[in-house]
């Protein structure tokens, strides 16, 4: 067992291979947080800091006078009673009141891990060590029952972390808040890393120092956003890529969330994740339970690289389908900027011919082949083909597809509406609204309220017929407006503040039942690009669209931020035209392809336009990738050291058994008169030798780790090196 109870002091302790959880049941009842951080291996409890009786102004508990709960590390922090600070949840009785006190009743310690109902969470797989321990606390006076659940994945020194509230009372509560996860670490020397954007350019890793107060990020949007990423870690001052103590929090879910820290007056620093507090309320009648979602927890000693590659693995092996979680990705070739909504028949023919000859493998049609879609303006829920541009149905386009070898995929959006649809005209009442106000629109289109059962049903049967008609091999599920004027009519006037998570927990359920009965589909997800790239989604669909910025230069920073959290295997990264389409930059196909190569290559450029010049390029490209794609999509990734950051960004992919490793380098403006850089690789086997891809040049492990690569005179902007070794046998 991972979980050790020990009854004389009361601790529970989570350990995993290198990191030690601690809890404490306090004489009153009250749960404390004991630890978090690198592994105790032995541990028979220890004293937690006792508080200081100078800090003035702090309450006593009744009955308690040398305790303070605000002096204390509290492991789930209410608010009101003997603390003060920011809590982790907040309850509303019917009489009005908001103090809740809730205290240790049992605990269980199981093996295994259970799903969540209706929730996306870390599944285990056979052979893994994952234990569970439920601790369930009460608040007397109301009759309430808390769960806070923990599992541990030992060998992958993860934690996650959620909350359930069944209300075993008489009456009504309201909740306001239930995080799914609070820690109070003992100091505030840390900086708050956080992955921050717009549309265009999502998840910029941003990292600034801590000061007392809070600070947080969230997303009202109703879905996890392009502004923000549902994540969290704080580093010490110290810590940078590959060495120093950072603590990581991610949330699976994908609707309104918040996180964020506040850095109490003695210093300490409060974590937390989860729904976000604001505008949420959720009505718990007697009997019922609430879940909040699942938040994973990192620790790592080894820096931020150390926590990052913790984060992608376990999403991997844990978190991702298990059948498409170590599939290789085929190739893609994506209609959208070759043609917009300019489809034609014959074209796109010529298009995937010259896509296959090129070495891709599957054929993407993106938007504007279905109902009268020339246009944004039009036709969302209307899931039948444009008559216009394909008289006989998309069967012939498929079939030429398929018999050019390639896969056929379209593109979705299922959870939208357009004004002008037929949809639309038979269930105005089917978007989400509030009564009496105007509804906002964004992209021309509405939001459909999948709160309804009836507007869930319509979805999964539209998309039933839809996958099944056309064949389909792949699927990308489009989302593109946030939603407004968050309300429905399926609810009460008074449930208003449960529409967003309910919209969500719609969301999930018709995902479940698509993608189970789906399962030979390859489901990408996307919201205008990475409006929605969160765990919660990659639970049910393998891949996203990372960001609809497809320039190679902006990409290193969005791909960056995107490998803190996420799988290469996940990220989908295209090549396309230049000058680039979001931002005017022209930059050489090599380089596109390099930056390309860090997750799932795909174009997205009309390849009929190509030079013979880049067709050649291109075809080299797609060759290299298929003999580095499985080091890519199922090896290990680390982010190198470059001694000019803000100039150049290199890395590493190596393969699960070491026997290839694959490093690439993009350095933005050129420069005159500068030393080359040097790129050192990380994790080869010291005197194994090294075999540079098509050359004779053979190397020693240690020598490209510790005298590293040496790059070649640069000379243009945007240019790039890529290197591949191959591990000669010994
Ligand atoms: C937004 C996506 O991110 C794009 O890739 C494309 O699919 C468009 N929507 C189509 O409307």
Not at 645 to 674: C, E, G, M
Request: aromatic share 10%.
């Amino acid at each position: 067992m991972a979980i050790i109870f020990n009854e004389k002091n009361k601790t529970f302790h989570l350990q995993g291979q290198n990191v030690s959880y601690i809890m404490e049941i306090y004489p009153t009842g009250h749960l404390l947080h004991n630890f978090w951080g690198g592994k105790i291996e032995k541990s028979d409890g220890f004293e937690l800091s006792t508080f200081n009786l100078d800090a003035a102004y702090t309450a006593m508990q009744v009955g308690e006078e040398e305790l303070s709960l605000e002096l204390l590390p509290v492991e789930y922090p209410a608010h009101g009673n003997a603390d003060l600070r920011t809590p982790a949840f907040d309850l509303e009785y019917s009489d009005g009141g908001r103090i809740s006190d809730f205290r240790y009743v049992r605990h269980t310690i199981t093996s295994g891990k259970a799903a969540i109902k209706g929730l996306p969470s870390l599944y285990t797989n056979e052979g893994q060590t994952v234990d569970t321990l439920e601790i369930v606390l009460k608040d007397e006076v109301k009759k309430l029952e808390m769960t806070l659940f923990y599992s541990i994945f030992e060998a992958e020194d993860i934690v996650t972390r959620r909350v359930e509230l069944k209300n075993l009372g008489t009456e009504k509560v309201i909740i306001k808040e239930l995080s799914s996860a609070c820690v109070e670490l003992p100091h505030h020397e840390f900086d708050m890393i956080q992955m921050s954007g717009s549309w265009g350019r999502e998840r910029h890793v941003q990292r600034n120092s801590i000061v007392p107060g809070g600070q947080y990020i969230d997303s009202s949007r109703g879905h996890s956003g392009h502004e923000h990423s549902p994540f969290l870690a704080l580093a010490a001052t110290d810590a940078t890529d590959s060495y120093g103590e950072v603590y990581g929090m991610s949330l699976v879910y994908s609707g309104n969330f918040k996180a964020g820290i506040n850095v109490d007056m003695r210093y300490n620093t409060r974590m937390q994740i989860g729904i976000n507090p604001f505008r949420f309320s959720w009505n718990l009648e007697p009997n019922e339970t609430f879940s909040a979602p699942e938040a994973v927890l990192v620790y790592s000693a080894e820096g931020t690289g150390g926590m990052s590659k913790k984060y992608r693995d376990i999403y991997q092996s844990n978190l991702i389908k298990p059948d498409y979680k170590y599939q290789e990705r085929p190739i893609l070739i994506n209609s959208w900027e070759a043609f917009y909504f300019d489809l034609k028949e014959e074209e796109l023919g010529e298009f995937a011919k010259t896509s296959s000859e090129l070495g891709m493998e599957l054929f993407v049609m993106d938007d504007g082949w279905f109902g009268k879609r020339d246009n944004d303006q039009t036709s969302l829920g209307d899931w039948f083909i444009h008559e216009g541009k394909f008289p006989n149905g998309l069967k012939d386009l498929s079939n030429k597809v398929k018999d050019l070898g390639m896969k056929f995929g379209i593109w979705v959006e299922p959870e939208m509406i357009s004004p002008k649809s037929e949809l639309f005209s038979k269930h105005p009442d089917w978007c989400i609204e509030t009564k009496d106000r105007v509804k906002s629109l964004s992209r021309n289109q509405y939001v459909l309220d999948l709160t309804k059962p009836e507007v869930r049903e319509y979805i999964i049967s539209a998309m039933r017929k839809v996958f099944t008609e056309t064949g389909t091999d792949y699927i990308k599920w489009d989302m593109n407006r946030s939603i407004t004027e968050a309300g429905s009519s399926s609810v009460d006037a008074n449930q208003q503040g449960e529409v967003s998570h309910r919209y969500i927990l719609g969301l999930y359920e018709i995902l479940e039942v698509l993608t189970n009965e789906f399962p030979n589909i390859l489901f990408e997800s996307c919201a205008g690009g990475g409006g929605r790239y969160d765990a919660g989604m990659l639970y049910y669909m393998p891949q996203t669209w990372t960001s609809d910025d497809t320039d190679a230069i902006e990409r290193l920073f969005i791909q960056e931020g995107t490998l803190y959290q996420f799988p290469n295997i996940s990220m989908g990264s295209h090549v396309s035209a230049c000058p680039n389409h979001q931002v005017g930059r022209t930059t050489p196909i090599s380089t596109r392809g390099v930056v390309a190569m860090q997750g799932n290559l795909g174009y997205e450029l009309n390849v009929l336009e190509l030079t013979d010049a880049e067709k050649e390029e291109v075809k080299e490209q797609t060759a290299l990738y298929k003999k580095i794609r499985g080091t890519v999509q199922l090896g290990d990734f680390t982010h190198l050291k470059v001694n000019d950051s803000t100039n150049a960004r290199a890395w590493q992919h190596l393969s699960k058994d070491k026997n290839q490793v694959v490093a690439s380098y993009v350095q933005i403006l050129a420069r005159a008169n500068v030393a080359p850089k040097k790129i050192k690789l990380v994790d080869l086997e010291g005197t194994a030798r090294y075999q540079l891809d098509g050359t004779d040049s053979i190397y020693y492990g240690d020598e490209l780790m510790n005298f590293g690569l040496t790059t070649v005179r640069i000379e243009k902007d945007f240019e790039s090196q890529q290197w591949v070794f191959n591990k000669l046998a010994d």
